[in-house]
């Protein structure tokens, strides 16, 4: 998934960024990258045998992360070739989040989860709002709403890399529908792929505490400290 301008981040085949795999910006883009679409049989191999295997292997040492990196990771371990296993979770993807699951699919749009639940309500268009003021739009081919969960990482992986101080209204967003999201993957992605990435994506919200959080652990700490 690509903003245009396009967002600097670990597109598949991805390296683990020197910084770590558990910094945000990187991790929000790649993130953003899985939930668009599910992998090709490059990707697959880039997972199991290339750069992206070193990405996983990065994230399975940080404790936080390492629930979802082991998820994805044996999602993508077995004797299918890269092409069958690439098919398998193809369909999957589509039951998921493209309505072949009926009743079971888990819409990866902020509409869907915020007001009435219906698609394209104030949240894509606060999501259109907030890409304009930040001189980005949907990258081509891109035909997904603009609060979809792909772009919404995007974006926040945009503004954490450029410092933009619309970066915690952003998480707060996220925060706002994100959790609920991450449960229902895991309650219905039957491969444990989609399921390991909300783990990821539920830590690093964890890790990326909103403003009223942020702002009462920096009293704490202000407080211990005289």
Not at 90 to 104: E, K
Request: hydrophobic residues 45%.
């Amino acid at each position: 998934m690509t903003l245009a301008p396009p967002v600097p981040g670990p597109l598949l085949p991805v390296s683990a960024p020197a910084a770590g795999a558990g910094e945000l910006a990187p991790l929000c883009a790649w993130l953003a990258e899985v939930f668009i679409a599910p992998p090709t049989a490059p990707g697959i191999g880039a997972y199991r045998r290339g750069e992206a295997a070193a990405w996983l292997e990065s994230l399975a040492a940080l404790p936080d992360f390492a629930p979802g990196a082991a998820a994805m990771r044996q999602a993508l371990a077995g004797e299918d070739s890269d092409e069958a296993l690439a098919a398998r979770l193809g369909t999957a993807f589509n039951r998921l989040f493209l309505g072949f699951g009926g009743r079971r699919t888990v819409v990866p749009c902020e509409s869907a989860w915020q007001g009435s639940g219906r698609l394209y309500q104030a949240p894509a268009a606060e999501m259109q709002h907030l890409l304009a003021r930040a001189d980005l739009s949907l990258g081509a081919g891109c035909v997904e709403p603009p609060d979809h969960i792909s772009v919404e990482l995007a974006l926040l992986s945009f503004l954490l890399m450029s410092g933009d101080p619309g970066t915690d209204a952003m998480k707060d967003r996220l925060q706002g529908w994100i959790p609920a999201f991450c449960a229902r993957c895991l309650e219905e992605d039957t491969t444990g792929f989609w399921g390991g990435a909300a783990r990821l994506l539920s830590a690093a919200m964890a890790a990326c505490p909103a403003r009223n959080e942020a702002r009462q652990n920096r009293l704490t700490e202000e407080r211990k400290a005289r």
